[in-house]
Nanobody, 127 residues
Framework: QVQLVESGGGLVKAGGSLRVSCAAS????????MGWFRQAPGKEREFVAA????????DYADSVKGRFTISRDNAKNTVYLQMNSLKPEDTAVYYC????????????????????WGQGTQVTVSS
């Protein structure tokens, strides 16, 4: 089992940058595929980015491709999401997640693939 704690959210102007982090407990962090999801008010939680256990493979939602970068440091048990060229529509609570029992290559970009979730961190982008 793994416990996740996000940090680094805040208020930023459109066009700005922000990096959110997710610290994981336990010594088996490197065994987990990790993902970032977000949920805006009144909307469903949606996939943002995912990274393989070794960090060599990544996936992005079309809406953030080219602007966001996911990375991980297995020595620090931490996964990051660097967000550049932020837009007001990026405003949401951002959650990190670790793969669960239903994780497969097909579910790696879906909620179903992840069983462990952090509490979320608010990112607000002003226009």
């Amino acid at each position: 089992q793994v416990q996740l704690v996000e940090s680094g959210g805040g208020l930023v102007k459109a066009g700005g940058s922000l990096r959110v982090s997710c610290a994981a407990s336990g010594r088996t962090f490197s065994r987990y595929y990790m993902g970032w999801f977000r949920q805006a008010p009144g909307k469903e939680r949606e996939f943002v980015a995912a990274i393989s256990r070794s960090g060599t493979s990544t996936d992005y939602a079309d809406s953030v491709k080219g602007r966001f970068t996911i990375s991980r440091d297995n020595a620090k048990n931490t996964v990051y999401l660097q967000m550049n060229s932020l837009k007001p529509e990026d405003t949401a609570v951002y959650y990190c997640a670790a793969e669960g029992l239903s994780f497969t290559s097909a579910t790696r970009t879906t909620l179903r693939g992840y069983d462990y979730w952090g509490q979320g961190t608010q990112v607000t982008v002003s226009s």
